[in-house]
C-alpha cells in the first residue's frame, strides 16, 4: 500500500540576507543525446494539398468524418520548433530551473520509505493508486521514477496562510507563491551552433533538435545560500558524490531512444566578497584573480563534495538518481521508439 508522508519544513530564510554562499556559479550542459525545449511555435506540414482538399470536399458532402479524419491524420504533421533568444538557440533559464527543482522532488520520493519527506510535491495531488498502463499518459514517467509516483505526501501548505513563516527546503531555495526565489538561471545558449529536424513516427510530428555534442553555458547566480542548499542544487544538477551523472531535459525524454540525456559540469564559482569567511570555514580556500574571488579546479571540487556530504546528512531521503540510465536499463520494456 502507497505510503503517506508528513513534510518537514524548514524555517523561511529571510530573502534581503546575504548568508553563507553568495555569487555566480558558471555551469554548463553538455548533449549525449538529441533534446527538443520547445518555443511553444509549430507549424502545420500537409505532404498533398490536393488531397486535402479532396477530403474536404467529402466532409461537406455529409460524408463519413471519421473516415475521412482518419485519411487526413495520414496526410498532416506537426513540426514543434527549438526556443530561441533573438537569433541564438537556447534552452530558458526557467526550464533548467525547473528539470533541477524537479528532480529533486521527484528524488525525495523514489525511496517509498519513511514516515517524513524533506520536499514537497503539491501537483502529484491526488496520487495514483498504481502505475498506469502501458501507453497510458505518463507511463513511461512513471516506470522511471517508480514509487516516487505512488507515494502520498503532505502538501505545501503556503497557499492557505496569509503569511509564509516556513517551508520545505526546496521551496525554501527555489521560491514558492509568494516567496522569490534564492537561485537565479541565465538561459542556457551555446555559440555557432545549429539544429536539425527529426522525425517521430510514433506521434507523427517532427522536432527541431539540438545535436549530441552540443555544449551549452550558463550562468547560476546565489543568494545567501547555505553549504546544504548547495548540496541540494548540485544534487538536483546529477551529483551522486563521484561525478555529474547523466539527466533528462526537454520534450520527448521519456519516449524516445536517443533523445534527451544530457549531463553538467560546473567551472568555477565567482565569489561575494561577503561570502569569504563562511566558503574559507568551510575548509575551501579562494584565489583572487582579474575576475574578482574565484573558486575552481580541486578547490571548487572540495567544495562541492562538502556541500553534497552536508546535504546528504540534512536531507537523507533526497537520494541521487539517474533517470536517463533509469531510461535505458527499462529500454526493452518501455518500447522507445527512435527519432530520425
Known amino acids: 500500500m502507497p505510503l503517506s508522508q508528513k513534510l518537514s519544513r524548514v524555517p523561511l530564510t529571510d530573502r534581503s540576507s546575504l548568508k553563507g554562499v553568495t555569487g555566480i556559479l558558471i555551469a554548463s550542459l553538455r548533449l549525449l543525446d538529441k533534446v527538443h525545449v520547445g518555443s511553444g511555435e509549430f507549424n502545420l506540414i500537409v505532404s498533398d494539398w490536393n488531397a486535402v482538399k479532396r477530403l474536404s470536399q467529402e466532409v461537406l458532402a455529409s460524408k463519413a468524418i471519421e473516415r475521412v479524419g482518419a485519411q487526413a491524420v495520414n496526410l498532416m504533421s506537426i513540426s514543434l520548433k527549438f526556443t530561441r533568444v533573438g537569433q541564438k538557440v537556447c534552452i530558458p533559464g526557467s526550464a533548467i530551473k525547473g ?8 528524488m525525495a520520493g523514489k525511496r517509498g520509505s519513511g514516515n517524513v519527506t524533506s520536499v514537497c510535491l503539491s501537483f502529484a495531488r491526488p496520487r495514483m493508486k498504481g502505475l498506469p498502463a502501458p501507453g497510458s499518459q505518463g507511463w513511461r514517467h512513471a ?56 522525425a517521430i513516427s510514433e506521434y507523427n510530428m517532427r522536432v527541431d533538435v539540438l545535436p549530441p555534442g552540443t555544449m551549452l553555458k550558463s550562468s547560476i547566480v546565489l543568494r545567501g545560500v547555505t553549504v546544504e542548499e548547495l548540496g541540494l542544487l548540485i544534487i538536483g544538477m546529477g551529483f551522486d558524490g563521484i561525478n555529474f551523472k547523466p539527466i533528462l531535459i526537454g520534450r520527448m525524454k521519456y519516449s524516445c531512444e536517443g533523445m534527451g540525456k544530457a549531463v553538467f559540469s560546473i567551472e568555477k564559482l565567482r565569489v561575494a566578497t561577503y561570502s569569504l569567511d563562511y566558503i574559507k570555514g568551510l575548509g575551501v580556500s579562494i584565489k583572487q584573480s582579474t575576475e574578482g574571488f574565484v573558486i575552481e579546479g580541486e578547490e571548487l571540487k572540495k567544495l562541492i ?9 540534512r536531507y537523507p531521503d533526497v537520494e541521487p538518481f539517474s533517470e536517463a540510465e533509469e531510461k535505458e536499463n527499462l529500454s526493452s520494456q518501455l518500447n522507445l521508439v527512435r527519432c530520425i
Open 99 to 106: 528539470v533541477i527543482r524537479t528532480r529533486l522532488e521527484l
Open 305 to 313: 563534495n562538502v556541500a553534497f556530504s552536508k546535504a546528504r546528512e
Open 143 to 198: 516506470r522511471i521514477w517508480g514509487l516516487t509516483v505512488l507515494v502520498d505526501r503532505e502538501p505545501e501548505s503556503y497557499l492557505e496562510e496569509e503569511q509564509i513563516f516556513e517551508l520545505c527546503p526546496v521551496c525554501n531555495l527555489f521560491g514558492a507563491p509568494g516567496t522569490a526565489s534564492r537561485v537565479l538561471f541565465s538561459d542556457m545558449c551555446c555559440d555557432n551552433c545549429s539544429t536539425q529536424m527529426c
